[in-house]
């Protein structure tokens, strides 16, 4: 399956593609999507590596050229600084998945 480098460019960072809806359906496919997803929550902390790895390389090069032009380092600072926030909620889904059977 070739997919285009915007859809692989998401996949990368965002993780909402490989879970199911559990809240629709009746209770076998409740139990389903939730066995599927507690599945899939093994993939977590890979995003969550990403989250952090990516956001201290964007506020590196933000304090770079913080420097040369204040305005441009603002544009690496906002990603890198919210690479925190999404980090935390795949830590926190991931917890929830390895807690709740």
Same mark, same amino acid.
């Given at each position: 399956? *070739?997919?285009?480098? @915007?859809?692989?460019?998401? /996949? ?7 879970? /199911?809806?559990?809240? #629709?359906? *009746? ?8 066995? @599927?997803?507690?599945? #899939?929550? @093994? ?34 600072? &906002?990603?890198? %600084? ?6 935390? &909620?795949?830590? %926190?889904?991931?917890?929830?998945? #390895? &807690?709740? *059977?």
């Amino acid at each position: 399956m *070739d997919l285009p480098f @915007h859809a692989l460019l998401y /996949r990368y960072f965002f993780f909402a593609w490989l879970f /199911r809806d559990a809240s #629709q359906s *009746d209770l076998f496919a409740r139990a389903a999507a939730w066995r @599927h997803n507690k599945g #899939q929550s @093994h993939w977590l902390p890979l995003y969550i590596r990403r989250y952090l790895v990516s956001g201290a390389l964007l506020c590196a090069v933000g304090l770079l050229i913080e420097e040369a032009s204040p305005l441009l380092s603002m544009f690496f600072y &906002v990603p890198g %600084v919210m690479s925190v926030p999404m980090a935390t &909620v795949a830590g %926190v889904a991931w917890i929830g998945f #390895q &807690v709740w *059977d």
